[in-house]
């Protein structure tokens, strides 16, 4: 097992709002603990490691449809601003749906039994790695590709080393095309590119010091036919606002990265095979392949990688090239600008490089349960205001709140859960070089990617704090013990299309893709309000949903409802009645099939968790009332 680098980074935090980065009642996070960080002006070189930081789980966007993923921007600007994080751009506590309380069962019914809670402790869950079994060697297969050498890895005298795995680069529609391959394309145009990318990226890396004028320069020059589309004034006004003593440093890392950045052929030396549609794949790579890999991305040397065009090579994938980070600035770039900088400090200085590896795992859900006549019973569920999934939810599977292009506007203006994920997890950001957009039975699983940030806020009062000290343990594969499902909802422009059964088993379906175990996992979920808010979903029935999922696969679940007080007593009534009623998976199935039909009719709004509290107390009026008409 691979040692845990120290995370000494040089601290980029700002002043801000003192508001925005205070420590105590943040929104999203648990009030119990206090944010590790500094908000002061940081001085150049490396800094202090800080105490590992609380942080707090935010939202997804819209699928974005373009560079800048407008459809999601236009979802942003119907939310609070101030938002709690982790709550899928859920609206406040007080938006929730109105509870109605339930004035009709018999006291003597299931109602009485919901004075006590069924719920369980956080830390009666099963987590990583505890309660994981032991993985073997690592091995290539069919379905498993792997980018190190594993006879190296897995070898007595060199056990746990990592090394590139030597092999062949291919130029076809089933890898990722890079320029800086020794293999290209055939074409002129490519070869004369791949040879421009080279000089402009060793010029760069020559120089001790670089204005972003000269990045924009360089990257214009093997990028040409966006010249005049391309903005960079992002990056320019980031630099203006930024200190003297941070703008030093920064102009010194930026050919630190170039020559990253040029060392693709000899870190990455391999083709990248690309996780596709309908295809259950896993690509396993080197934290240093990846940071390599997000270098030419920053950039921007990925060829065919620029458009999003319908007839583009690779228009089913998102973005990957750092172009549309770099123009139309706002203050939500600065901090995005802040957390990509601090991680690229970390991996370009030998002594704070990460050695270790990371899974990406896509699954396909061939054949879904029928759910009609799935005889589970609920498994636990532990229910908190407080909190959030990726800090309090710490060795659980904890599940991003994604687009089906993996990511969401991470690259562009979003910036509420999945996207603040993989701001303070950037690694994940490589998983949409390779991702195809995610379908209706399919999810992304990663394993054993390190978080370099500590942040507070949500979406516009997003904040980038300080550098972040990774304490996981490593699994036998040189992975951190932190495992993130992506999962993306249906988004509904109209709320009530979701009170449809052929909507609810979609949803089903892919929590269940996603919850299901393979070999070696018995951990359990951290998740909340997931496809609600902006996707309009109702989180009584996403909850539900995800309850039923987790039966299925046997798994307890740890929900996080992020301030959401009334849903978080709710619920934790829901689940005790449901549990001493021994209503299985079939039943609550049925039971939301009902809801359905009523929620047809033109009438209002049938609060969900009531109308199953009265169908089974109705159940329960039918057994006894003829019992007693007999006087039994």
């Known amino acids: 097992m691979l040692p845990l680098s120290s995370g000494r980074s040089f601290e980029m935090a700002s002043k801000g709002d003192p508001k925005e980065s205070r420590t105590a009642g943040e929104p999203g996070r648990d009030r119990s603990s206090s ?14 490691s800080p105490e590992p930081c609380s942080s707090a789980g935010g939202s997804s966007g819209a699928d974005p449809q373009g560079p800048e993923q407008k459809e999601s921007r236009t979802a942003e600007k119907q939310e609070e601003p101030q938002q709690p994080p982790g709550r899928d751009r859920s609206s ?14 018999d006291p003597q019914g299931p109602e009485q039994k919901q004075s006590t809670s069924s719920c369980c402790q956080l830390e009666d869950l099963k987590k990583r790695p505890q309660c994981n079994s032991t993985l073997g060697e690592l091995t290539y297969s069919r379905r498993h590709f792997v980018l190190i050498d594993v006879d190296e890895f897995n070898s007595k005298t060199n056990k746990g080393r990592i090394s590139p795995h030597k092999g062949t680069h291919q130029w076809s529609s089933h890898f990722v095309k890079m320029l800086g391959s020794q293999k290209v394309s055939r074409s002129g145009d490519m070869q004369e590119r791949r040879a421009q990318v080279i000089m402009e990226l060793s010029r760069l890396s020559s120089a001790e010091s670089l204005e972003v004028e000269e990045v924009e320069d360089a990257i214009m020059r093997y990028n040409p036919k966006y010249r005049g589309q391309w903005k960079f004034d992002a990056l320019s006004e980031f630099m203006k606002r930024v200190s003297k003593q941070e703008q030093d440093h920064y102009h010194t890392l930026l050919p630190k990265m170039a020559a990253l950045a040029l060392r693709l052929p ?3 030396r391999k083709a990248v095979p690309l996780l596709r549609t309908g295809h259950t794949r896993a690509i396993t790579l080197s934290q240093r392949q990846i940071s390599c890999l997000l270098a030419n991305a920053f950039f921007c040397t990925f060829p065919h990688r620029n458009t999003t065009s319908r007839n583009a090579e690779y228009a089913n994938y998102p973005s990957i090239n750092f172009s549309s980070l770099f123009g139309n600035w706002s203050q939500r770039k600065q901090e995005k600008l802040r957390a990509i900088l601090h991680y690229f400090n970390v991996v370009t200085d030998e002594n704070t490089t990460p050695e270790g590896l990371v899974t990406f795992e896509r699954r396909c859900l061939k054949d879904p349960p029928a759910w009609r006549s799935c005889k589970e019973l609920l498994q636990k569920l532990h229910v908190t205001s407080g909190g959030s999934i990726e800090t309090n939810g710490t060795g659980l599977l904890q599940v991003d709140f994604a687009c089906s292009m993996i990511g969401g506007g991470v690259l562009g203006s979003g910036l ?39 942040y507070s ?19 036998e594969w040189a992975r951190l013990n932190r495992q993130i499902l992506a999962i993306d909802a249906v988004k509904f422009r109209d709320r009530k299309d979701q009170y ?8 089903l379906n892919k929590a269940y893709c996603g919850f299901k175990k393979q070999e070696n996992e018995e951990h359990d979920v951290a998740t909340g309000k997931w496809g609600c808010g902006a996707f309009n979903g109702d989180p009584q029935l996403k909850a539900l949903i995800q309850l039923m999922a987790a039966a299925k696969a046997d798994r307890g679940l740890a929900f996080f409802t992020f301030g959401d007080e009334r849903l978080n007593q709710d619920l934790q009534k829901m689940h005790h009645l449901l549990v001493t009623e021994r209503i299985t998976v079939e039943r609550l199935y049925g039971l939301l099939d009902s809801y359905c039909t009523e929620m047809k009719k ?11 509290r009265n169908k089974i107390s109705g159940s329960w009026l039918t057994k006894v ?8």
């Open 35 to 48: 944010q590790t960080g500094s908000s002061q002006p940081p001085i150049p070189g490396p800094a202090s």
């Open 500 to 507: 449809n059964m052929s909507a609810i088993t979609r949803e």
């Open 266 to 268: 000899e870190v990455v």
């Open 602 to 612: 033109k009438r209002p709004h049938v609060d969900l968790f009531q109308f199953i």
């Open 416 to 454: 509420v859960q999945e996207e603040i994920l993989f701001l303070i997890n950037p690694e994940l950001i490589v998983s949409r070089l390779f991702t195809e957009k995610l379908q209706d039975d399919e999810c992304l699983l990663i394993t054993g990617t390190q978080q370099f940030s500590c």
């Open 457 to 475: 806020g949500y979406s516009d009062s997003f904040r980038w704090l300080s550098p972040h000290e990774d304490t996981l343990t490593r699994d």
């Open 625 to 632: 009332i003829p019992c007693w008409k007999k006087k039994c």
């Open 92 to 105: 406040s506590s007080s938006q929730t749906t109105k509870h109605n309380q339930d004035n009709s069962a």
